[in-house]
């Protein structure tokens, strides 16, 4: 983990605020609270912050929350798959053992965020800012990392197969024990990038080489 990660600064006994979550109006504000083992669905609201809180065993569906603000929030075993987070400003908050499927964090910004044994295939990070961010034993086959800027970004013991990370610059980025066969990336990125032996020759492919 980032030697400098903040963890979520979570007070504790939280008040329960689940009743509250059903229905979201743009700009609403919580804090200080959990949310536990309910469906949110069909919310449609912009700008929602959400500062302190706890949210355990919760399914969001068929919502756009664009323009979130998440700042020292817990996410576990939680479902956000397919919501529509773009634009959010993302701070001390941890994603555990999450479902994140499809999750467009298009244009987010990502400071001080940990996401742990998360399944985040197809999850959409395009044009996203990450400042000390570690991903850890997360599935993120298929994602799109197109064009967004890693700062103090770690990643260990991904599947990271068929990712799209074009125009991203890899600099210093370890992903060494990450698994993929193949992902799409353009050449000048990946100068500074660290690797395995064993992944050099999926690399060397995109340089048009044939290693025997």
């Given at each position: 983990?980032?030697?400098?990660?903040?963890?979520?600064?979570?007070?504790?006994?939280?008040?329960?605020?689940s009743q509250q979550m059903h229905t979201l109006q743009s700009r609403d504000e919580f804090s200080m609270g959990s949310v536990n083992d309910i469906t949110i669905d069909n919310q449609d609201a912009?700008?929602?912050?959400?500062?302190k809180v706890v949210f355990t065993n919760v399914t969001i569906?068929?919502?756009?929350?664009?323009?979130?603000?998440?700042?020292?929030?817990?996410?576990?075993r939680?479902?956000?798959?397919?919501?529509?987070?773009?634009?959010?400003?993302?701070?001390?908050v941890a994603f555990r053992d999450?479902?994140?499927i499809g999750t467009d964090f298009s244009r987010s910004r990502f400071q001080h965020v940990h996401f742990n044994n998360c399944l985040a295939d197809y999850s959409l990070f395009?044009?996203?800012?990450?400042k000390h961010v570690d991903i850890e034993g997360c599935s993120l086959i298929s994602s799109d990392f197109y064009q967004s800027q890693l700062q103090k970004f770690v990643i260990t013991e991904c599947n990271i197969d068929q990712a799209l990370l074009s125009g991203t610059k890899l600099a210093g980025i370890d992903l060494s024990d990450c698994?993929?066969?193949?992902?799409?990336?353009?050449?000048?990125?990946?100068n500074g990038?660290?690797?395995?032996?064993?992944?050099?020759?999926?690399?060397?492919?995109?340089?048009?080489l044939v290693i025997k």
């Open positions: 983990m980032n030697n400098k990660l903040e963890l979520p600064k979570i007070p504790l006994n939280l008040p329960d605020r912009t700008k929602v912050s959400f500062e569906m068929e919502s756009s929350l664009p323009e979130i603000e998440l700042t020292d929030v817990i996410f576990d939680c479902d956000l798959s397919n919501i529509n987070f773009t634009g959010s400003f993302i701070h001390r999450c479902k994140l395009r044009f996203a800012k990450f698994q993929f066969d193949g992902i799409t990336i353009d050449i000048e990125d990946l990038c660290i690797i395995s032996q064993s992944q050099a020759a999926s690399f060397a492919a995109l340089l048009g």
